[in-house]
């Protein structure tokens, strides 16, 4: 690795602390990072994309790891310390200063396939998670998703069916992707600590079940979730042809959203014109 000063050093330099407001904490166990940046597989030569860099913690183990890294950075006091490290790391590292939930991610990895690895901000970590696994083009441009979530919510992505986990989350996640539990991570590694424990989620896409729309099937979970302590026949009446679907399907209207499973959600989205 190119010879460089601490992180807690460069954060001293520049004067940094973590913004509440921007959901910020920042790890600086080197050995932490290195394992996260490897949960991908070998990076050496492969694009990744990363958001919400801050210092560039994670973006060290990335660039340590040979990846060629995009870094997207809202807060335009990391980019001094981010623009350190395109320096020391010429040609490997690029920085976007920008919203991510705003920019068009293909464009900006210029039509390549990329990873995505990031220790994603708690305030905008669902959205973006929810975005990367819309749209109809599938297989979709990035070839694995590695993000760091608050560990609650690390578990509705990974939850089976039939426990209070499991939702809208887990069916987007899993009906044409694996996604799996890479790594907890505790509090205490953060600075400053946030009240809650984090855990790390994989996802590699799969092949999409055909005849399905995403669009049909985010409408159908968001119906189903939004009322999920109520029965199919209450929370689905607002879905046009969902209560005629579950009849064709043989699913019992009297069910909660949580006791079907994903295959379930597939065949009703699909029997949806």
């Known amino acids: 690795m190119t010879d460089l000063p601490p992180l807690r050093d460069v954060i001293a330099r520049h ?17 932490l990072l290195d394992r996260i940046a490897a949960i991908p597989g ?3 030569g492969q694009s990744v994309l990363e958001i919400g860099p801050g210092p560039g913690g994670l973006t060290r183990a990335l660039l340590k790891a040979g990846a060629r890294v995009t870094a997207i950075e809202m807060d335009p006091r990391c980019l001094p ?10 040609g490997q590292l690029s920085v976007i200063e920008g919203d991510a939930m705003k920019l068009d991610h293909g464009k900006i990895m210029q039509g390549d396939p990329f990873h995505v690895v990031a220790n994603l ?24 998703l590695t993000l760091m979530f608050q560990q609650e919510v690390a578990q509705r992505i990974v939850a089976p069916p039939g426990g209070s986990a499991y939702g809208r989350l ?3 996640a899993q009906w044409r992707s694996a996604a799996k539990l890479a790594m907890k991570v505790h509090r205490s590694a953060f600075t400053p600590p946030p009240k809650v424990m984090s855990a790390i989620v994989h996802i590699t896409p799969d092949d999409a079940p055909e ?17 999920r302590r109520k029965m199919l026949r209450q929370s ?12 064709t399907a043989g699913i019992d209207e009297t069910r909660r959203a949580e006791t079907l499973s994903v295959a379930e959600f597939i065949t009703l989205a699909r029997l949806i014109s």
């Open 170 to 172: 887990a069916v987007l």
């Open 211 to 227: 005849g399905v729309s995403s669009k049909k099937l985010e409408r159908l979970t968001q119906a189903a979730f939004g009322q």
């Open 121 to 144: 901000p708690y305030n905008v970590g669902t959205a973006l998670f929810v975005k990367w696994l819309g749209g109809e083009q599938w297989p979709p441009q990035w070839k694995s």
């Open 15 to 31: 004067g940094l602390s973590a913004s509440k407001a921007l959901g910020q904490n920042f790890l600086f166990d080197a050995q």
């Open 81 to 90: 310390a981010l623009a350190e490290l395109e320096q020391a790391y010429p």
């Open 42 to 44: 070998d990076l050496s």
């Open 236 to 247: 689905l009446k607002s879905v046009p042809e969902a209560l005629e679907a579950m009849a």
